[in-house]
């Protein structure tokens, strides 16, 4: 059974760091691409950033580029997603998730985590 376990979220201000983690179990951690999404109050989920199994490739949506971090360490089965320069408007619930290849689209990730908040104050 696969599962997911995200960590890290919290309240900070503008201009401050973070980082999330989501610690995986019940699959072979490395063979599979990783994703980052988020969601807002009222609004859909959005990508944010996803990394390849090996960790060589990544894709970063244009709001977050620059600023977030996408990593992942395949000897501790863990994703990670960096966060700096955060702004007011990165406020939101922070999910990873699982597919067998880098990609975008939400749909196509298999399996998710529960979530972690994460509130950036003005």
């Known amino acids: 059974q696969v599962q997911l376990v995200e960590s890290g979220g919290g309240l900070v201000q503008a201009g401050g760091s973070l980082r999330l983690s989501c610690a995986a179990s019940?699959?072979?951690?490395?063979?599979?691409?990783m994703g980052w999404f988020r969601q807002a109050p009222g609004r859909n989920r959005e990508f944010v950033a996803a990394?390849?199994?090996?960790?060589?490739?990544?894709i970063y949506a244009d709001s977050v580029g620059g600023r977030f971090t996408i990593s992942r360490d395949n000897a501790k089965n863990t994703l990670y997603l960096q966060m700096k320069s955060l702004k007011p408007e990165d406020t939101a619930v922070y999910y990873c998730?699982?597919?067998?290849?880098?990609?975008?689209?939400?749909?196509?990730?298999?399996?998710w985590g529960q979530g972690t908040q994460v509130t950036v104050s003005s």
């Open positions: 998730a699982v597919n067998e290849r880098i990609t975008t689209k939400e749909k196509e990730y298999d399996y």
């Open positions: 990394i390849t199994g090996g960790g060589g490739g990544t």
């Open positions: 019940g699959l072979t951690f490395r063979r599979y691409s």
